[in-house]
């Protein structure tokens, strides 16, 4: 049984970069080794005017539905630093992927602090 697809075009679908900031934090956050996400200076400056930033330690750069991301991140000692890493580069993608239909390009975790 063949069914047909409708392929009118209803309109576009546009992501907004923080969304991805966000999606991207969860899955960082739920890699086994990550002690926290480090602040960086936006969201800083939302959390002391009493705002939530929920995308913080996490940079996105979007276009024509390629992401490229950075995410900095403090790991806990107890792991190995290089497979949290790579752990934390499959995690954000294959979270991305699945949630968006987005390519991610790039994942670049820089480790600003060991605890």
Do not use: C, W
Not at 22 to 39: K, M
Not at 84 to 109: G, L, R, S, W, Y
Request: glycine fraction near 6%.
């Amino acid at each position: 049984m063949i069914i047909e697809e409708d392929k009118a075009n209803l309109g576009r679908i546009e992501i907004s970069p923080e969304v991805l900031e966000v999606i991207a934090s969860i899955a960082v956050t739920e890699t086994e080794g990550v002690h926290a996400l480090h602040n960086n200076f936006a969201s800083g400056n939302f959390e002391k005017i009493g705002k939530k930033y929920r995308g913080r330690g996490v940079k996105v750069d979007s276009k024509d539905k390629e992401v490229r991301l950075s995410i900095y991140v403090t790991l806990d000692q107890s792991h190995n630093v290089h497979g949290t890493a790579e752990n934390i580069q499959k995690n954000v993608t294959q979270t991305i992927m699945n949630m968006t239909d987005n390519i991610v390009k790039e994942v670049n975790v820089h480790i600003v602090n060991i605890k």
